[in-house]
């Protein structure tokens, strides 16, 4: 799974849609815990992430998230800046 950012120990990543489902998403790591966002709602569906790493990951997908459906629907992902 291709890494799209890193920020106070956060790894944002994503899969290539072809290989993955809708609704569009990103998967976050943060140690041990894992969350997937809804690139639309950018709300955490799945996952146990602390809600302190859920905030900045909201921070962020709301200053990226343009970008993140660009990349979901052309399959042409690059990194972005870190939070």
Aim: hydrophobic share 35%.
């Amino acid at each position: 799974m291709p890494e799209i950012s890193r920020f106070y120990g956060i790894v944002i990543k994503m899969f290539f849609k072809p290989k993955e489902h809708e609704p569009s998403h990103i998967h976050a790591l943060y140690g041990e815990y894992v969350g997937i966002f809804d690139l639309q709602s950018m709300e955490m569906t799945e996952g146990d992430l602390p809600k302190k790493a859920q905030e900045l990951i909201k921070e962020w997908l709301y200053k990226n998230q343009e970008e993140l459906l660009k990349m979901w629907e052309t399959q042409k992902l690059r990194k972005l800046p870190p939070l």
